[in-house]
């Protein structure tokens, strides 16, 4: 064990800590919510780490997402979180897919892999529909990142099974398109309950990464869901233990 896991060990027993050790995680989408994921995921001693995403940090990125600085506008997001997991963690074992996961790119990730534990952090509602959908075809235990836009208030923060989630758009979204898909349950949730102010929402003159609206975030926020979506990753697993 390293110096640096001591405080973790002490806390989780070398038990949990061996089980976290042994993991592999895939966490699919490194902006505001799934960089965090990954970096308290790393921090805490997961041995293995399946990295996803295609885009590269904007200056709209800079609010609210870990790795977003001036230094690292353009740069793929995918690169920069696997030198910054390095940096935590040189032991650590990194698999890095600078892609869009996509129809039969997600299909092909769940039926040649087996995680011990799935993180949702995508924002775009039709990939996120299937990757859950095709998730939970291979069986993967999984927690899903709902909308952290249009969110102040953190003690509204919730984590919950997918049909226990209320007052949320997203999540009323994913869970419409999964019935008719013949899905009702079977993985957690963050989400909030706090309504969204209409003026926090604008319509997009041109439609980026097919979203048709533009919701404002706070700094915060994004990292808030990332924190709860981990701590359900490292409690999980440390169960098993």
Known sequence: MAEWNERTVLLIGDKG???????HVLIAGLGGVGAYVAEMLCRAGVGQLT???RDVVSASNKNRQLIALDSTLGEPKSKLMAQRLNDINPEVKLNVIHDYLIDDKIEILFS???FDYVVDAIDTIAPKVFFL????KYNQRIISAMGAGGKLDPSKVKIDQIENSTQCKLAFLIRKRLHKLGVRTGFKVIYSTEVVP???IKMNEVIEQNKLTTVGTIS???AIFGCFAASVVINDLIADA
């Open 220 to 222: 915060y926020m994004p």
């Open 112 to 114: 040649s892999n087996k």
């Open 51 to 53: 990295i996803v995403d």
């Open 17 to 23: 800590f061996s089980r976290l050790q042994k993991a």
């Open 198 to 200: 209409k003026d926090a």
């Open 133 to 136: 959908f095709t998730a939970l």
